[in-house]
């Protein structure tokens, strides 16, 4: 499987994003996708995962203001950002891994290229 993350762009604190991760090549089904975060020298942090029963985690930085999404049929998850804030500034990745979800970097066996939100004070 290949994954593609996409939408991410320059917005100014209080805005809204929506990222979007797309996948080919394996469907997302029994699969959990995770979003991921990488800001400049800091290491990658864990965001938000859906599994294939829908079951969320959201960080405790995001949450509340971040909704994870899938559609199975089109093999795309989303995540929509509201109320950005200037921390939020990174590189987001989506990944992949089998079975049920985990907030951590280890067990995500595909990545995708990611995609860099900027948020302006």
């Known amino acids: 499987v290949q994954l593609q993350a996409y939408g991410g762009g320059l917005v100014q604190a209080g805005g809204y994003l929506r990222l979007s991760c797309a996948a080919s090549?394996?469907?997302?089904?029994?699969?959990?996708v995770g979003w991921f975060r990488q800001a400049p020298g800091k290491e990658r942090e864990f965001v938000s995962f859906?599994?294939?029963?829908?079951?969320?985690l959201y960080a405790d930085s995001v949450k509340g203001r971040f909704t994870i999404s899938r559609d199975n049929g089109k093999n795309m998850v989303y995540l929509e950002m509201s109320s950005l804030k200037p921390e939020d500034t990174a590189v987001y990745y989506c990944?992949?891994?089998?079975?049920?979800?985990?907030?951590?970097?280890?067990?995500?066996?595909?990545w995708g290229q990611g995609t860099l939100v900027t948020v302006s004070s």
């Open positions: 090549g394996r469907t997302f089904s029994m699969s959990t």
């Open positions: 859906i599994d294939w029963t829908g079951t969320t």
């Open positions: 990944a992949v891994r089998r079975g049920y979800g985990s907030s951590r970097v280890v067990g995500y066996e595909v």
